[in-house]
């Protein structure tokens, strides 16, 4: 693959007692090539994204990202440096508007914000309405976060990680707790944000039907290690994948 080596996971090793939940794991994730990672329940998939976003610390092995040595940096400083997550359950204020948390965040990432700056005088309105725009919620900007559905919540945590202006989003099941009928939809609306802002995913994902619309590349980890790793056509076509994992995750 010719584009660009964003972030490279070298040696991960990773136990937790008797069970090994990174196990050699060497995997490159490229620039605008959106990767996605399945596998069985406990397979280890949640534990590779907790050490690539700075969550665990691995007990051998390295993460680089463009091209620096991030093993075991903390979330905040590998924020700053442009690797943001989406959880399964979004951070969000739910007291707050919509608005409101994506100017809490922008002040955050600016280093500005006190719980005693008042949100009105945050300068980043325009910006934030922008990207609540490319998650397709500006109209629900003034709408307390408490007040709305699953879906929308998800898309105003991917306009949240916007505003920390990632290179890298990993997400944790983004489609997770969303009605089956409006998963299509909520996701297609985050591609399309995240292609606009120029930046890579790597998402866990049970759904089949997702990961084949989604992903430029697969990668299938069992038992904390990673089996295979190609184009979706290629991978989730090959018989021991479909016997393996796809049968026990659809
Ligand atoms: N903090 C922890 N303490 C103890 N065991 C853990 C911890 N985190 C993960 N594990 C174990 O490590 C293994 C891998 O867990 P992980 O959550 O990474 O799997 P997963 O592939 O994301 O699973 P799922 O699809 O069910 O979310 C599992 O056996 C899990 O129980």
Same mark, same amino acid.
């Given at each position: 693959?010719?584009?660009?080596?964003?972030?490279?996971?070298?040696?991960?090793?990773?136990?937790?007692?008797?069970?090994?939940?990174?196990?050699?794991?060497?995997?490159?994730?490229?620039?605008?090539?959106?990767?996605?990672?399945?596998?069985?329940?406990?397979?280890?998939?949640?534990?590779?994204?907790?050490?690539?976003?700075?969550?665990?610390?691995?007990?051998?092995?390295?993460?680089?990202?463009?091209?620096?040595?991030?093993?075991?940096?903390?979330?905040?400083?590998?924020?700053?440096?442009?690797?943001?997550?989406?959880?399964?359950?979004?951070?969000?204020?739910?007291?707050?508007?919509?608005?409101?948390?994506?100017?809490?965040?922008?002040?955050?990432?600016?280093?500005?914000?006190?719980?005693?700056?008042?949100?009105?005088?945050?300068?980043?309105?325009?910006?934030?309405?922008?990207?609540?725009?490319?998650?397709?919620?500006?109209?629900?900007?003034?709408?307390?976060?408490?007040?709305?559905? #699953?879906?929308?919540?998800? /898309?105003?945590? &991917? =306009?949240? !990680? +916007? *505003?920390?202006?990632?290179?890298?989003?990993?997400?944790? %099941?983004?489609?997770?707790?969303?009605?089956?009928? #409006?998963?299509?939809?909520? /996701?297609?609306? &985050? =591609?399309? !944000? +995240? *292609?606009?802002?120029?930046?890579?995913?790597?998402?866990? %994902?049970?759904?089949?039907?997702?990961?084949?619309?989604?992903?430029?590349?697969?990668?299938?980890?069992?038992?904390?290690?990673?089996?295979?790793?190609?184009?979706?056509?290629?991978?989730?076509?090959?018989?021991?994948?479909?016997?393996?994992?796809?049968?026990?995750?659809?």
């Amino acid at each position: 693959m010719s584009s660009k080596v964003l972030m490279a996971a070298k040696g991960l090793e990773i136990r937790f007692g008797g069970v090994v939940a990174a196990d050699d794991v060497n995997i490159e994730i490229h620039e605008g090539h959106n990767l996605a990672i399945i596998g069985p329940n406990g397979a280890g998939k949640t534990t590779f994204l907790n050490i690539c976003t700075g969550y665990l610390k691995p007990h051998r092995g390295s993460v680089t990202f463009d091209g620096r040595d991030v093993t075991g940096l903390a979330p905040r400083r590998l924020v700053r440096m442009g690797v943001a997550r989406a959880f399964q359950i979004p951070q969000l204020f739910t007291e707050h508007t919509v608005i409101e948390n994506l100017l809490i965040a922008a002040a955050a990432q600016a280093r500005r914000w006190s719980p005693l700056t008042p949100i009105a005088t945050i300068p980043e309105r325009g910006e934030m309405l922008h990207l609540l725009d490319m998650v397709r919620c500006a109209h629900i900007a003034d709408r307390p976060v408490s007040e709305l559905p #699953e879906g929308q919540r998800k /898309l105003i945590d &991917i =306009a949240l !990680a +916007l *505003a920390l202006k990632p290179k890298l989003l990993f997400m944790d %099941e983004p489609t997770s707790g969303v009605a089956s009928s #409006e998963k299509f939809e909520v /996701l297609d609306i &985050i =591609a399309k !944000a +995240l *292609a606009e802002a120029k930046v890579t995913a790597v998402f866990v %994902e049970h759904d089949i039907g997702i990961v084949e619309r989604f992903a430029d590349e697969v990668a299938v980890w069992n038992r904390g290690e990673v089996l295979f790793r190609g184009v979706p056509g290629e991978i989730l076509s090959h018989p021991d994948v479909i016997r393996d994992v796809i049968g026990e995750t659809v």
